[in-house]
């Protein structure tokens, strides 16, 4: 069974510094991975997809792959207390995603 | 309203109930799909669906029932509700299959409490 791992506990960070988010998985053939940001008592939304080993910048989200090791990671620079919440990755086969537990983040003014 | 709806938000229910959660999504995706949301489990997919009358089960099936006559709408049923099934419960849907890199929209969630 595909498994997700985010083991990380709650991170707090200061408004305005970089938030680092780390996610591991278990199938090598896994080939898309997503992250999401799901507030509190609301749905999740996506905010990242990657699917090339390296980095991908959106904004002040910055995705990592890398296949060989088997983890992506999700950078936040300049985190807003807007960027509160819980963060979720996915990986995508089969035709379903498969979600891990999701890290909570919390920036501090 | 263009996108992707739940309903009700809300349910209580009594144990032993049937109960059924609606989806709809006004994209014409193909694929629909049911999660449920535990503290401790995070998202676990129940079952979704490739296309009208095709549907599978996922990772949690047992004790749910899925159909799909028409693309735009995927009723997840509860055939006999148990205090297990005290959860939020949200669909999504996505355009393609495969291994793009399109990833799913959700709806706002239904949140269903067996008493």
């Known amino acids: 069974q595909k498994e997700v791992e985010q083991n990380s506990g709650p991170l707090s960070v200061p408004e305005g510094a970089i938030a680092s988010l780390n996610c591991t998985y278990s199938?090598?053939?896994?080939?898309?991975f997503f992250w999401y940001r799901q507030y509190s008592g609301k749905s999740p939304e996506l905010i990242m997809s990657i699917y090339s080993n390296g980095d991908k910048e959106d904004g002040r989200f910055t995705a990592q792959l890398n296949k060989a090791s088997q983890y992506v990671s999700l950078l936040i620079r300049d985190s807003q207390p807007s960027d509160s919440a819980t963060y979720l990755c996915a990986e995508r086969g089969n035709n379903r995603l498969a979600f891990g537990k999701g890290n909570q983040v919390v920036v501090i003014p | 309203d263009a996108g992707i709806t739940q309903s009700p938000r809300y349910k209580i229910t009594e144990t032993g109930r049937q109960v059924t959660l609606m989806c709809h999504q006004t994209?014409?995706?193909?694929?629909m799909f049911w999660y449920r949301q535990d503290l401790g489990h995070g998202l676990r997919l129940i079952y979704y669906?490739?296309?009208?009358?095709?549907?599978d089960k996922g990772e949690v099936p047992d004790g749910y029932v899925v159909s799909r006559s028409k693309t735009e709408n995927f009723p997840l049923t509860l055939e006999s509700a148990t205090r297990s099934q005290t959860s939020v419960y949200f669909c999504?849907?996505?355009?393609?299959?495969?291994?793009?890199?399109?990833?799913?929209?959700f709806g706002s969630g239904t949140r269903l409490t067996v008493v």
């Open positions: 999504a849907s996505s355009e393609s299959s495969g291994q793009g890199q399109d990833g799913y929209t």
């Open positions: 669906s490739a296309a009208a009358d095709i549907t």
């Open positions: 199938d090598r053939g896994s080939q898309s």
């Open positions: 994209w014409s995706h193909s694929y």
